[in-house]
């Protein structure tokens, strides 16, 4: 690919420095990601994963190296709307409805009174939840309420989606229907996304490229290109590809934890 | 005799019939609900009538309720003008005054770690003042008019409104100020959209309590000096007076007012928090 990255991270360090001691939570981080990429960050609790999604949203500064986010610095880029971000939780605001909460990044960024329903109305169904514009957060179910809050980091046509845990919480089966949901959005509307996630089969099933993090420092063992084609169905769980693939991440994983 | 066995069969039978209603078919409708509590203030009033009729209770002891029901209708004007005195000029004007003061204190503070620490200790300081000290220093500053009753229910309710609203204003978790920091939102931005919002449930707190503080430092305040008319006067000078039924039916007055201004409150509190898990049901 000629064009630049959109992320680009270049030797990034970022040390905490908490009352028990400095921690190093990156150390040395390289990583591109390109346009249309969907980048899972797999590893265990504490190697860094929400961490560098969080540099990314200039939500943590590093302390040493460089990264860049459509070619400008991570606040830059904040300030410039370039990222959706999606939280563990849904984090809907209870005193708004559904649609309320779609419209408080629009009403933030000034859109226009007509553009902000449009967008809403779009946003809705795009996640599947048309009609439930008047509900409030609290009559929905937990997976409805992530699907809200994934519509709401859409809502401003942002060219990145940046999703940390998002369905950490919600069981098995609501995972499955959401995970495939995100892979047809993803198809639909051509973002870049960055996943956090500790489930392996889940990183495998969405990501064209895994990248494997491992604890103390927090840094990258592996970066997996998958093979599997864009397009999949559930069932391209059970194929050898697959296996292969999810084998090759469960090894940089143990290999991260050798020295435990 | 004939009053007192009256008072308790009568108690008796009502007591009865509640146990009846409350165990009943109809236990969960709104008219059982309703009905349940009517009996029992009906049954009260009856029993104190007649006790202190059957007892011969001296009325400077305990007036009967029908002699305070005299009272309230036939004195209706003075009443009234004490009530407009004392409630709508004092507790009124100071309740606003002091609340609204204090709420603009809480948001101008809110982003002085600084002043918030250095102003709440002061604002504890004033509130632990007794009452019965600072109001007759107020008279002499504010005179003897409804004014100074004003300045003391501003005392009163200023610190427990602005302790309320800081706390408020700081009850929101790190993911939604996250959130809006993603959006970059400026500070107006996030205090309007989501703090002050998140806020609200804490602020109707210091609301309520400020209600109560109000009618009680209005009618206080009066004691220290006051013109002829007003809730606290006329309950200082009818005691003097042994005119029980009328100090009985100022507190009858007082308590009507109060429970309904606090049930206002509470009313547009149910309105504006209906999201909070507190209200929901």
């Known amino acids: 690919m000629t064009e630049r990255p959109v992320i680009e991270a270049k030797d990034l360090d970022l040390t905490f420095q908490t009352n028990d001691g400095p921690i190093h939570a990156l150390k040395g981080v390289d990583l591109n990601v390109n346009k249309g990429d969907f980048v899972s960050f797999i590893g265990p609790s504490g190697c860094g994963k929400t961490t560098f999604l969080r540099v990314v949203a200039g939500l943590e500064h590093p302390t040493g190296g460089t990264i860049t986010v459509n070619g400008m610095s991570p606040d830059e880029a904040r300030q410039n709307r370039a990222y959706g971000y999606v939280f563990q939780a849904a984090g809907l605001y209870p005193w708004r409805t559904i649609g309320g909460n779609i419209k408080l990044p629009l009403e933030i960024m000034g859109y226009a009174k007509s553009e902000q329903d449009a967008k809403i109305a779009k946003v809705l169904e795009l996640v599947d939840l048309a009609g439930f514009e008047k509900k409030f957060p609290w009559q929905l179910s937990g997976g409805m309420q992530q699907r809200a809050s994934i519509a709401r980091a859409l809502a401003f046509d942002a060219e990145i989606l940046l999703m940390d845990e998002p369905f950490g919480a919600l069981d098995e089966i609501v995972r499955d229907h959401l995970n495939e949901q995100l892979l047809e959005l993803w198809a639909r509307t051509e973002k870049t996304i960055g996943f956090v996630t500790h489930s392996i089969p889940e990183a495998v099933y969405l990501s064209t490229k895994i990248v494997v993090m491992s604890p103390r420092p927090g840094r990258i063992t592996d970066v997996i290109e998958s093979p599997l084609p864009r397009e999949r169905p559930l069932d391209i769980r059970d194929t050898p590809e697959f296996l292969e693939v999810a084998h090759r991440v469960r090894e940089g994983l143990r290999a991260g934890h050798a020295y435990d | ?281």
């Open chain 2, 1 to 281: 005799m004939g009053w007192v066995v009256f008072a308790v069969a009568f108690w008796l039978a009502t007591w009865f019939l509640n146990a009846w209603i409350a165990r009943g078919p109809h236990a969960q409708t709104r008219a059982a609900g309703l009905l349940v509590p009517v009996i029992f203030g009906v049954t009260v009033i009856v029993v104190w009538e007649a006790l202190v009729r059957g007892l011969n209770v001296p009325g400077v002891i305990l007036p009967p309720p029908s002699a305070i029901w005299v009272k309230l209708v036939s004195a209706t004007d003075i009443l009234w003008e004490d009530f407009v005195q004392t409630f709508v000029k004092g507790a009124l004007s100071g309740y606003i005054i002091g609340c609204g003061a204090a709420f603009v204190t809480a948001v101008l503070i809110d982003r002085s770690p600084f002043l918030q620490r250095g102003l709440l200790p002061v604002g504890n300081f004033v509130a632990a003042l007794p009452i019965i000290g600072t109001a007759p220093i107020l008279v002499m500053w504010f005179g003897f008019d409804w004014q100074s009753k004003s300045a003391v229910v501003v005392v009163m309710v200023f610190f427990p409104m602005l302790v309320n609203t800081v706390q408020g204003l700081a009850d929101t978790t790190t993911m939604q100020r996250d959130l809006m920091h993603t959006y970059s939102a400026s500070y107006a931005q996030a205090l309007v959209k989501l703090r002050l919002p998140a806020a609200m449930p804490a602020i109707f707190n210091g609301l309520k309590i400020a209600t109560t503080l109000a009618l009680i430092g209005a009618i206080v305040a009066e004691f220290f000096g006051s013109p002829i008319k007003g809730m606290g006067f006329r309950i200082s000078t009818e005691v003097g007076r042994l005119g029980l039924d009328m100090v009985w039916a100022e507190i009858t007055v007082a308590a009507l007012a109060g429970s309904a201004f606090y049930g206002i409150v509470a009313m547009i509190e149910k309105g504006v928090t209906f999201w909070h898990p507190s209200q929901r049901s």
